[in-house]
């Protein structure tokens, strides 16, 4: 490990060994081998390949903190509205990584359904949780993953029973409130979908403008068999915070799960999402639109595993590069031996808008299945010269007939967010952010 | 209105337009016919303002220079281009663009906006004029459109802005006879003695619907000759073969009825 990234692990696991105690045996031993891990291993760099395009390095150079529970002054009820929008009654907010519960609303669930705080769902049933949080480190561990399982203290727990549907969204704030130091919170999350069950989860990353910070988050999703689930995920972290975050995602027997990622904040943003098709029949979309401007970094590394017969993947990602940003979609479909009648499409669209913007798009289809049908597509575009030019010749200005040809290719991706008040408040940032649009 | 005089475009090094002299006053109908490749497109994109053109010359537009405005300028100031091909622009919502646009032109004559409401209002009444099925203004800009429903949709918006010159570039083409009947009522019913347009067509079929004041020819980037509708039933019947020899001429009532 270089000097500057033994500084910032030293900062981060210092705390660790007091933290600990109240932890059982077992979790002991994950959190010592996971910083053991990063210990040996050190942090990803350009040169490993899954990380490629994120820049880990800027990172490394902030004396970042670990975040310790803590009542927010700075944040109400009011406050967390503005910030991540009011999306119905079911809300619980994380700050710095841990359960808000004055802050959460979580009143008229269904019956059996949980909405809770991981760390006190942890306490209540560590045998059936136990398993599930190391996961993502065991697997495939990488320092941040590997951060989280040795450091993350809390989380959200959303559990849903069998034959159970949730109709209004379950709306979970991760908050970012970190004042004067520099902080790390590693939020940790998982959604337990049970036999045909429906919900729709909403994820929202958010924080308060010039506060410098790392969200580490992972989130588990879990479906069983036959269990529907739509996934929302908006990350709007101001641009001076830091952002990395694998969603992993297992399916059952013919369940379906949906997920939208929306990348607009941070100044480095990773959003890796994994998802493994375990079983006949399932089904899965994830779509995603990332909009760097300025000097943001966002990445979207995505990995699909076809891991069992007649199951169906479609990726949609849509890229809007403006100033010195920089985007990446790094978009991997596995089919395994036995994956037999195996459907993937994956689609990449990438809009440049000024020239020293930036796109690195990389599809890595690897099967070793027969009878599959594959497609994919990938690429990168600046406007329409001649759209912009029959707008113009209706009158409308050329910065107006260039934002509104910009909104009109994210307008796509934002048609697909079923989440009403999500949609028009993601519509609304989109526009904002293209100002010709909105003045119209 | 527009008074062109010794207009020169090129795109990549290639002459287009040679030297294109042509004047059309207010309430006047001029046809600009000829050969595929004479110029008549890109004469009609270049008064429209398409900056792919290097041109030279000089176009008086009510006694504005013309040349130095930009395309949405010119638009506001109420030049508006038929386009030959329409862009469809997906995503964005038909009314949402024409409202937009119209507000834009409306701006400039020191208007006040329309809001939704009042413009769907506008709309519905302007869409009669071409036959337009009101399930069009919900879609995005031409998309999915048949060629047809895209000419009639160029006209619509023609209706809906006003303009005081229209260039209509190949309106006709693509189009079957009872479409081409439908959209030349519409052109007919914009007629005014305050507007201008400058009609665009390799055919003499569209001037049996929108009749012209005058008719010229374009070859090899000029007019080559001037004269009314009979001259084009002349075309008709000759073609454009001996007309692409002859020198160029500027415009001139002597030729009226010469043929």
Request: proline letters at 5%; a negative charge; charged letters at 25%.
């Amino acid at each position: 490990m270089s000097s500057t990234a033994n500084a910032f692990f030293e900062g981060l696991s210092r705390f660790d060994v007091k933290r600990n105690s109240h932890h059982p045996g077992w979790m002991k031993g994950l959190r010592r081998s996971a910083l053991q891990w990063v210990a040996e291993q050190g942090f990803p760099t350009a040169k490993d390949d899954a990380w490629k395009y994120t820049r880990v390095a800027p990172i490394l150079e902030i004396p970042f903190e670990p975040a310790e529970p803590a009542i927010s002054r700075r944040l109400s009820a009011r406050a967390i509205e503005k910030l991540a929008g009011d999306l119905g009654r079911a809300r619980l907010v994380v700050v710095n990584g841990y359960f808000a519960p004055d802050l959460s609303s979580l009143k008229r669930l269904p019956a059996g359904v949980k909405v809770m705080s991981l760390a006190a769902a942890l306490a209540e049933d560590e045998e059936l949780l136990g398993p599930f949080l190391s996961r993502p480190f065991r697997e495939q561990p990488h320092a941040f993953t590997a951060l989280s399982a040795a450091l993350a203290e809390d989380g959200a727990l959303v559990q849903i029973p069998a034959n159970t549907t949730i109709e209004e969204p379950i709306h979970v704030v991760f908050v970012s409130d970190t004042g004067a130091s520099p902080l790390v919170s590693h939020p940790r999350s998982l959604v337990l979908a049970g036999a045909n069950s429906r919900a729709t989860i909403v994820e929202s990353y958010v924080g308060i403008l010039g506060d410098v910070y790392l969200t580490n988050a992972v989130t588990d999703i879990v479906l069983e068999e036959g269990a529907v689930v739509e996934h929302y995920k908006l990350q709007n972290e101001p641009e001076t915070a830091f952002h990395i975050a694998l969603l992993d995602v297992r399916q059952g027997r013919g369940s379906r799960f949906s997920s939208h990622s929306l990348a607009l904040g941070a100044s480095t943003a990773r959003h890796e999402v994994r998802v493994r098709l375990e079983a006949e029949g399932a089904e899965v979309t994830i779509n995603g639109l990332y909009m760097p401007q300025n000097d943001q970094h966002l990445d979207n590394p995505t990995t699909i595993e076809h891991a069992a017969p007649q199951c169906t993947s479609r990726e949609l990602y849509k890229g809007i590069v403006n100033g010195n940003g920089r985007g990446s979609f790094d978009g991997r479909i596995i089919v395994r031996p036995g994956a037999f009648k195996t459907e993937a499409s994956q689609t990449n669209k990438n809009l440049l808008l000024s020239e020293s913007a930036q796109v690195d798009t990389r599809p890595r289809l690897e099967i070793f299945a027969d009878d599959v049908k594959c497609t994919h597509g990938a690429a990168v575009g600046q406007l329409d010269e001649d759209a912009v030019f029959y707008l113009r010749s209706r009158g409308v200005p050329h910065g107006a007939a260039r934002d509104l040809l910009t909104y009109a290719f994210a307008s796509e991706m934002l048609g697909l967010l079923r989440v009403e008040a999500l949609r028009s408040r993601v519509e609304r940032m989109v526009a904002w952010r293209f100002g010709g649009v909105a003045a119209a | 209105m527009l008074d062109i005089k010794d207009l020169h475009a090129k795109v990549e090094g290639r002459e287009i337009l040679r030297g294109l002299s042509l004047q059309v006053n207010a309430g006047e109908v001029h046809a600009i016919m000829g050969p595929n490749g004479s110029g008549k497109s890109t004469l009609a994109q270049v008064l429209a303002g398409r900056e792919s053109y290097d041109v030279t010359g000089e176009v008086l537009y009510e006694g504005k220079e013309l040349l130095a405005m930009s395309p949405e300028d010119r638009a506001v100031a109420g030049v508006f281009l038929a386009f030959q091909y329409p862009i469809e622009i997906p995503g964005v919502g038909n009314l949402y663009f024409l409202r937009t646009a119209l507000n834009a032109v409306r701006k400039q004559r020191g208007l006040e906006e329309l809001d939704a409401m009042d413009f769907l209002a506008l709309a519905r009444e302007r869409m009669k004029l071409v036959e337009m099925d009101p399930s069009f203004m919900t879609r995005s800009v031409n998309e999915g459109f048949s060629g047809g429903e895209k000419k009639r949709n160029e006209i619509f918006q023609m209706a809906i802005l006003e303009p005081k010159l229209a260039i209509l570039d190949e309106t006709d083409s693509g189009l079957d006879i009872d479409a081409l009947r439908v959209v030349a009522s519409g052109v007919n019913a914009l007629r005014s003695k305050d507007r201008a347009m400058l009609v665009i067509t390799h055919y003499q079929r569209l001037l049996d619907y929108i009749v012209p004041d005058r008719v010229h020819v374009l070859a090899n980037g000029r007019i080559v000759r001037s004269g009314t509708k009979d001259l084009a039933l002349e075309l008709e019947k000759h073609g454009y073969t001996e007309l692409e020899q002859q020198p160029a001429a500027r415009p001139s009532p002597v030729l009226d009825g010469a043929l």
